[in-house]
């Protein structure tokens, strides 16, 4: 019957090759056909030589020979080979070598026929490994023969539903071939109605797709069970569109599960068809898995682009998962990039199970979540992988052959109901797609500090609200911490919070002080066509001193946790929330922070509920934070929304540690007077700077940068001009302040006669970096130069507070 398979793909003779226990090398497991054929196949074949065999292991990818091209390896006869490696990635299962039976070689079809087998095979071989150990010199492996047993290929026609349909497929249906009538309807009728949704999902694409595999179960007219295995390939018309799909259909009882597999697939159909969100889904999901598999930890996680937006974990603790999930982790769940993961994102991309044993090199992403075997499922649902759950052992986990199969169906199962939750719940998945999108993806990393934010949605209603919080690098060495709340819960209110975190950025990148900061935030609610207020804390932190701004309007004050002592809550006087008064004004209040404070920013659906009064909550929050160890800022912030379950609101939390900076950036300034000689007046006090700080080498480069920029301010503004100059370490930052809002333009191309437009690519050639930022009133052009290592100076320049001294005067 094996022959059968591979003669209708014009095949002669099929062998297939596994690892040798020596290691770089494969030998031959198993041989199906005509074993008189021009071509014999070699006991063993080394990995390192040039053979057609270890070329295709080593590139990963199928060659195909001809009889000309065989000639090249001294191979003379009317023979045609293909080498199909077997496995994904880097993982080598072996090879599958295929001879044909003429010297033209295969078709494209035939090919692709090939090619599937191989993957039918390479999950045979994943089975034989679970099961049996091989004995090197053994001729077969005992079990299951590796070589599909029964099976056959089909070709079915998109647009009309015709199929052409091998004998060997009609026989494992149960069909004999002269009532068959073409019609795929006919084929997905003997499926077992649970395994429906998942077939047709496969068999009617919508669009070309990646190789897909289905395990599924049939029944025969005698009333008897029987597991298939599908594999197909959807090609493309000359429209693009999916024309014609071509599969393989084997025999899948050696992967037929134990009645507890089978119960426990009927039970999950059974609670998915009752789930209608995301989170239903996610939690049957776990509950279905996780405790049947005695598992680790189960993931299951949606496909947005290419990140991988996790809708339940379990178990929910942070600490349970490796170290790049949990940088991720801004919500509920953590929302990290696939890229990040190589295995998981080739896993997805050939749409198959992938069973990994223990002590299987990983990447510590993967690793972690499971050490002692780990399972990837990509998750398909019409023609396209929507999600991928992940399942993880910490103790020694080996995979039997039936586990395979489970998993498969239950993949199947997965992906189906997470498309039929986007369809009944599109309103929240809208709702949780927008909140996502207008928070920060990730806080910046802040010299002389820590930041880490916590995002939770609301249980009850849309699940979409208007909290928000944003940590924004400012000049000088500030950064500003700001949280806010849009009064309500909808749609509305998260649009509004979007509009009011991008403008006090743009404010406050401007160089507005804090209070002036709020006051425009205000005034540009108060003029939007909304009845919706919004409340919101500021805190603009100079990194350097210490010291910081705050200033409230209508929100809940900062908390403080000094170094060695009792948390508090400060004392910050307040203006009203954003939105009620066009004319409101809001007060600063000036805080100090010594080295090892720690200040938290929070929303009050954190402290307050039906069921808890507000300072109950509060009482509770300096409690969690007063027992926290403030080394572990992001455990902090866990443990503080660990207790919150059910939720009427949401909640943000915002904490930074101020460390302190190690060593202080020093500055100089100078203002620039519009002098026929200003730019010399420039180039000197930047030589007196830069001497004094101990800056030697870069000197040249630094005055032509200076001159440049200088330069520019002055012939194409107008207004005060001003130098800046900033020593951070190894970093010299030259930023020039004018009064034209016009950002510079850097000119694409200079003929080279010209005199002019060379400016700013001298400046980007000279620097690490350039750009310019907005400035109230104006604009500020700065450059980057990195420093060769030098000695501390002993002295400071002066830093730029007393008065500066004009160009034009010594």
Known sequence: MTGQIFASCGVRLAGVYVPADTGGALRLAEVVGDTHTPYAMPASYDLSDHSPVAVACRAHRPVWLTARDLARYGVDGPVSLGALPLGGGTRLLGCLLVVGRTEDGFDTDQRAFLELYADQTAAGLEAAAARVTVPAEAGTPAGPPLLPLRGGAFTLTLRTGRMDVDAQVLNLLGIPPAEFDGQVATLLACAVPDDLPALMSAVEPDRPSADQQLAFRIRRPGGELRWLGLRCRVLSGRDGRPERMLGVVGDASYLRPTPD???????????????????????????????????????????????????VLDPPEPDAWPEVWRSEWRSEWPDASCHALPTLESALREGHVALWPPGTDLEPGLQGIGPGGLAVLPLPAEGRMVGVCLVGWDGEHRFGPEERSLLTATAGLVGQALMRAHALDA?????????????????????????????????????????????????????????????????????IMGQMRTAIRAYA????PPDVVVAHANRLLVGMETDLFATCCYVDLDMEEGIALVVRAGHLPPLLRPPGDATEELDIEGGPPLGVMADAEFPMTEIGLAPGSLIALLTDGLVESATLTLED?????????????????????????????????????????YDGMRVRPVRARWTVWRLPDAV???????????????????????????????????????????????????????????????????????????????????????????????????????????????????????????????????
Request: hydrophobic letters at 45%; a negative charge.
């Open 617 to 657: 909550g509060l009482r509770g929050v300096r409690s969690v934070l007063d027992a926290a160890d403030p080394a572990d800022v992001g455990r902090m912030a866990d443990e503080l929304v660990a207790g919150v379950r059910r939720r009427d609101d949401d909640v943000a939390v915002l904490l930074l540690r």
């Open 509 to 512: 990148v401007e160089g507005h």
């Open 680 to 810: 010399m007046h420039a180039r000197r006090f930047t030589g007196r700077a830069l001497r004094s700080w101990g800056v030697m080498e870069e000197v040249d480069m630094v005055l032509l940068v200076v001159s440049e920029l200088v330069t520019n301010a002055i012939a194409h503004t107008r207004g005060e001009v001003r130098l800046d100059l900033t020593l951070a370490a190894d970093r010299l930052r030259v930023a020039v302040n004018d009064a034209s809002p016009r950002t510079p333009v850097k000119a694409t191309s200079v003929d080279w006669e010209a005199t002019g437009g060379r400016g700013l690519l001298l400046v980007e050639a000279l620097s690490t970096s350039w750009g310019s930022v907005p400035l109230s009133g104006g604009k500020q052009v700065w450059a980057e130069i990195a420093l060769s290592p030098r000695d501390q100076p002993d002295d400071q320049p002066d830093d730029g507070t007393g008065p500066s001294r004009p160009a034009g005067r010594r």
């Open 427 to 495: 309103g929240h998945e809208l709702a949780t797609m927008l909140q996502r999108s207008l928070l920060p993806r990730k806080l910046p990393a802040l010299p002389g500090g820590v930041a880490v934010a916590r995002y939770l949605p609301a249980t009850v209603g849309l699940e979409v609200g208007g909290d928000w919080y944003d940590v924004i690098p400012l000049s000088d060495g500030h950064v500003a911490l700001v949280i806010g709340d849009v009064q309500g819960h909808s749609a509305g209110a998260a649009t």
């Open 261 to 311: 597999d089978v119960s426990l697939v009927q039970r999950l159909s059974t609670a998915l068809a009752g789930a209608t969100t995301i989170r239903d889904v996610s939690r049957v999901v776990v509950e279905s898995l996780r405790a049947p598999l005695r598992a680790s930890r189960v993931a299951v996680g949606e496909l947005e682009g290419d990140r991988l937006v996790v809708t």
